[in-house]
């Protein structure tokens, strides 16, 4: 795995768990001081953060696929390349394919997190300015 690859995952799983908490929190309070009967504001927050999370939820499962299938096709084209092309073989190496393979969990789990760490941070921005209105 490289730095730079750690280093990224690190900051998206550091966001995500600075943001979910406040996000959370808002929600909660938010949905507390509604009551039994949300305004339409409230309503309309409350149907928002569901469809917010299945959409992230697509688009992490997406960018996971994709990058999946991209791995898959370095992964088929090392070998291939170096028999096409011999002379470039120097370059193809197993041991280089198992290392390339262990980064690619952290690659896969990067592109995951994108998507969700957007959204929460976007969350939190948008609802700690928000005005809290009282009844």
């Not at 280093?7 to 998206?12: G, I």
């Not at 299945?54 to 299938?69: D, G, I, K, P, R």
């Amino acid at each position: 795995m490289s730095r730079r690859s750690r280093n990224s995952l690190a900051r998206h799983s550091a966001a995500i768990a600075w943001t979910a908490p406040q996000v959370v929190a808002h929600r909660l309070a938010r949905m507390a001081l509604a009551g039994p009967m949300p305004s339409l504001r409230d309503q309309r927050e409350f149907s928002r953060m569901g469809a917010e999370k299945v959409a992230a939820f697509y688009e992490s499962w997406n960018a996971m696929w994709m990058q999946c299938w991209r791995i898959q096709q370095e992964m088929w084209s090392a070998p291939l390349r170096a028999v096409w092309f011999p002379w470039q073989a120097r370059s193809y190496s197993p041991a280089r394919q198992m290392r390339a393979l262990g980064s690619a969990t952290s690659r896969i789990l990067e592109k995951g997190l994108a998507p969700v760490r957007k959204r929460t941070v976007a969350n939190a921005r948008r609802l700690g300015h928000a005005k809290r209105r009282r009844r």
